[in-house]
């Protein structure tokens, strides 16, 4: 199946929003995939053509200025079957500090049951804070990335040059250092409509955590804190700032 895409623009500081529709964004591998909306900013308010739209990418250099305090303790692609994690990770009573994630999950940690139907054999997980600002994709067993809304909408970390926002930090597998990088377009978390798995992104209230596939996030007030098991690289998010680790 496919779904709606609505595109999101940066305009004058402001996201603009636009119903279109078009195939998934270049990141993924998948060509029957349905795109996000927009983040990409414009001098005017037209909306984007209907042509598929190129996802970019590009890592850069982390800057923590403004690190956020991190949160005390509080994984085949990712379809109807959350549960499926990391071979050998366990759920821990005792929360080891961030430099040795690696195979850690929480004790209590919910599977991610929320599920965005990019195709109809593709779906994606997707989690969100309570807030909205933070949230991640699950899209397969080694591919995860994470974002921080404000990010986008405020260029807070982006050159004023600069064509794409920075706001998004890829936890794949193949990640040996999380670094902030740009897109041009929405992830699924921020697509709010229903779906048949399970409606909009799942929300992970303050004080508990989730995993799916080799992710796992801990959410507190303070900050969102998300880390791939099988890597032990992780992040962690606020409006105010992120360190990675």
């Known amino acids: 199946m496919s ?4 595109s999101l623009l940066l305009c004058s500081g402001l996201l603009v929003l636009s119903a279109c529709g078009g195939p998934e964004p270049g990141t993924d591998s998948n060509p029957s995939a349905s795109s996000p909306m927009s983040l990409s900013p414009s001098s005017t308010e037209s909306p984007r053509p209907s042509s598929s739209p190129t996802v970019t990418v590009s ?22 079957n959350p549960t499926n ?14 430099t040795e994630r690696k195979g850690y999950i929480p004790q209590g940690a919910v599977p991610v049951t929320s599920f965005y139907p ?42 004023p040059s600069a064509l794409l926002a920075r706001w998004i930090f890829p936890l794949d ?3 040996q250092q ?8 929405a992830l699924f978390f921020m697509m709010n409509q229903s779906n048949p798995s399970g409606g909009s992104a799942q929300v992970v209230p303050y004080g508990t955590s989730v995993y799916s596939q080799h992710l796992a996030c801990e959410s507190a007030q303070e900050a969102m804190t998300c880390w791939n098991t099988k890597t032990g690289r992780g992040v962690v998010m606020s409006r105010e700032g992120y360190s990675t680790f």
């Open 3 to 6: 779904a709606k895409k609505i």
């Open 178 to 185: 999380v670094e902030l990088g740009a897109r041009g377009d």
């Open 59 to 80: 890592p850069a250099t982390a800057s923590t200025s403004a690190s956020p305090t991190a949160p005390a303790s509080s994984s085949t692609p990712a379809t109807a």
């Open 118 to 159: 990019v195709s109809e054999n593709w779906n994606v997980g997707i989690l969100v804070s309570p807030s909205g600002n933070i949230g991640c994709d699950v899209r397969g067993t080694t591919t995860a990335v994470c974002g921080v809304v404000s990010y986008a909408e405020e260029r807070k970390y982006t050159e």
């Open 85 to 98: 994690q990391q071979p050998g990770a366990a759920h821990q009573t005792t929360a080891p500090p961030l």
């Open 173 to 175: 597998d193949s990640v």
